[in-house]
């Protein structure tokens, strides 16, 4: 098991540099200018002396290598002055945004939290709901509270969140007033009124997002379940004359879940996706409306670090999904 | 003595005899299967039923998608109401010409409606399509291909690992330009979208059809095809493609859904049509503003995008369930 992660983390470093040169290179085909926005009566000469300033001068492969060094040398160390104090990265050049002229990364660090505390509250949402729904309508195959949840989750599938979270502000913020319809990221919560606020303001990006989770993850616990409860060892358990409760929610449950909790590790990157509509419908300034706005701006590396770390957290979901099947499951062995 | 009892002597004797029943195809088997999936036949019917209603609707309904009134007729044409608000709100402003109400710049938004639909469904269907022939292409050379399995796998996992709305949304904006220059406007954009998304779709249908086709591929009608010297190509497309149909006619089916909520998604955050040129997701977004005041226009191309993915997720079902033949007949 050891010398599996060991060796799929080796082959992560190759394929993180491939997806680097694929983004680089699409923005680098691209026939953006970042002069642009620079007013007509800049004379050419210093627009050309404006454009050597931002590192544009440099041939291809030179701007793609000290970007690599920028991103996996020069941001750790000042992660790590960050937190110890050190001067490691002191004078190195980071990655500049071209929209604020400041470190990028200081600017991720700063969105970051509105985007996990919303995503990571409708994921846990999702998988506390799901799950009963899941085991539940495996145990009652064909029942009514079945043929509803599949019928939910189906809906919950279809409907983008980019509708749901449109009807969910007509509904609850327009016609009830129950939600504000913005989310306010500037509210800091130290007494119980603005604790209640938060809540409110968080209801509706959390179910949004946490309905299409629900949809997908119950799909598949109730098909894992499915599996599970016609196989032999059920049977032996019932005949030992173990209870239903344990039978189910201990000898099926456990079995079952080994291939939803590798849907829930894989999930986790798509839902980053995902959140880019829900944080622009709600107005979240977190890490999706980061990157809208960055791209209708031509800010380059902005774009590309945001990128980047999209496809970070996929290699590295990937990764964790398949370590942990190999760790739950003893009859996989990679080796 | 029961009626099968007593035939069954004739069947054992060497005298060729009627078979009670006429031998069933395997399509009728299907067909079969299929109509007793209650939900696939009801989203076959309303995709059928979406379909029709966005192509034929135009000829049809009276009014003009892209007239836009001026003078004295926009004042009084723009931001009419839905027919049914006459039932709780008598004094709205509605017209029985304009059956779903008018948006503010006076245009019809049934009319709009049916043109963005034939927009969204044009963009799902041709997505689909380039990513189901990407898909089969990929996965049928690795599949059956043993040098290239490694290459053309890698390559998929790749592709599975890049954050592909972001970068869906980075190339609708970077490469928007040049092609609008060379094919125009709208055709631009519609080659840029359909590219883009079958580009960043074909990876499951590719793995899919790979698997089956290396399985199908050790079976004894292969081997024959081969041992009387059928080529390659021959063996692919007569032997293998035919047993293939069924994965990729599924995925086909979760293709157009997905397109089509990608579609409608870069039009909502604003990367995908120009403002001029309805789709469902356009629409969605232009409504957004003023969805306190009309929140008719922000419901109505929401329900159209769900119902038609709704329906084509529940055909796909069906479709899965009556073509997988160890489920057929259960």
């Known amino acids: 098991m050891l010398t599996f992660t060991i060796r799929r983390l080796i082959l992560a470093v190759p394929t993180l540099l491939f997806i680097s040169l694929v983004i680089f290179l699409l923005l680098e085909l691209a026939p953006g200018d970042p002069m642009a926005q620079v007013p007509l009566t800049v004379p050419p000469e210093v627009k050309e002396k404006m454009r050597m300033a931002l590192g544009l001068g440099e041939p291809v492969h030179i701007r793609f290598w000290k970007w690599l060094v920028q991103f996996f040398w020069i941001e750790p160390q000042v992660l790590v002055d960050h937190i110890f104090g050190t001067t490691f990265s002191q004078g190195d050049l980071r990655v500049i945004s071209w929209q604020t002229r400041s470190p990028v990364m200081d600017i991720v660090v700063q969105r970051l939290p509105q985007t996990l505390s919303v995503v990571g509250t409708a994921y846990i949402v999702a998988i506390l709901i799901a799950l009963p729904i899941g085991i539940y309508s495996a145990y009652r195959q064909y029942s009514w509270f079945d043929q509803l949840g599949t019928f939910v989750s189906m809906v919950g599938f279809s409907v983008p969140p980019f509708f749901s979270g449109v009807l969910v502000i007509v509904i609850f913020s327009v016609q009830l007033g129950w939600f504000p319809s913005i989310y306010d990221t500037t509210l800091v919560v130290n007494s119980w009124e603005s604790f209640v606020k938060q809540l409110q303001q968080m209801v509706m990006p959390v179910m949004v997002l946490a309905l299409q989770i629900t949809a997908q993850l119950s799909r598949f616990m109730r098909a894992s379940m499915l599996d599970n409860l016609n196989q032999d060892y059920v049977r032996t358990a019932r005949a030992k004359g173990l209870g239903e409760y344990v039978v189910v929610m201990v000898h099926v449950l456990r079995n079952s879940m080994i291939p939803v909790v590798t849907v829930i590790a894989l999930g986790i990157p798509s839902i980053f996706g995902g959140a880019i509509i829900t944080e622009q419908v709600f107005k979240v300034n977190g890490i999706g409306q980061l990157l809208i706005g960055a791209i209708q701006a031509n800010d380059l590396p902005m774009v590309q670090t945001l990128t980047f770390i999209f496809a970070v957290l996929i290699v590295m979901f990937n990764l964790i999904a398949d370590v942990l099947y190999g760790i739950l499951d003893p009859r996989i062995r990679y080796d | ?330």
Not at chain 2, 200 to 219: F, H, Y
Not at chain 2, 261 to 280: N, R, V
């Open chain 2, 1 to 330: 003595m029961t009626e099968a009892a007593k035939d069954q002597p004739v069947q054992h004797s060497s005298v060729q005899t009627e078979p009670a029943s006429p031998p069933r195809s395997q399509w009728h088997d299907i067909w079969v299967q299929f109509k007793s999936h209650r939900g696939a036949l009801f989203g076959a019917c309303l995709f059928l039923v979406i379909v029709l209603g966005v192509v034929v609707g135009p000829f049809v309904y009276w009014n003009d998608a892209k007239f836009v009134p001026t003078g004295r007729d926009f004042i009084k044409l723009r931001d009419m109401r839905p027919i049914y608000h006459i039932l709780w709100d008598s004094g709205a402003k509605m017209d029985w010409a304009y059956p779903l109400g008018t948006d503010n710049l006076g245009r019809d938004t049934l009319a709009r409606l049916m043109f963005g639909g034939r927009v969204s469904l044009a963009v799902g269907m041709a997505a689909m399509i380039l990513a189901l022939i990407l898909g089969s292409l990929i996965g049928v050379m690795a599949g059956y291909f043993k040098k290239l399995d490694g290459l053309l796998m890698r390559l998929t996992d790749l592709f599975l690992a890049l954050p592909l709305l972001p970068m869906i949304l980075v190339a609708a904006v970077l490469f928007r330009e040049a092609l609008s220059k060379s094919i125009g406007p709208e055709g631009g954009v519609f080659v840029l979208i359909v590219c883009l998304i079958g580009i960043t779709s074909w990876m499951p249908t590719a793995r899919i059809v790979r698997g089956d086709v290396l399985a199908i591929k050790e079976r004894e009608f292969v081997l024959a095809a081969r041992s009387i010297g059928t080529k390659p190509s021959n063996i692919i497309t007569r032997h293998i493609l035919p047993n293939v149909m069924s994965p990729i006619m599924v995925s086909a089916t979760l293709g157009i859904a997905t397109a089509i909520i990608t579609e409608s998604a870069l039009s909502f955050l604003g990367f995908g049509f120009p403002p001029d040129f309805p789709t469902w997701g356009r629409l969605l977004n232009d409504a957004v503003d003023r969805m306190t005041l009309f929140p008719e226009r922000v419901v109505w191309p929401g329900i159209l995008i769900s119902l038609t993915v709704l329906s084509v997720n529940y055909l796909g079902d069906g479709l899965r369930d009556a073509l997988d033949p160890r489920i057929r007949g259960r």
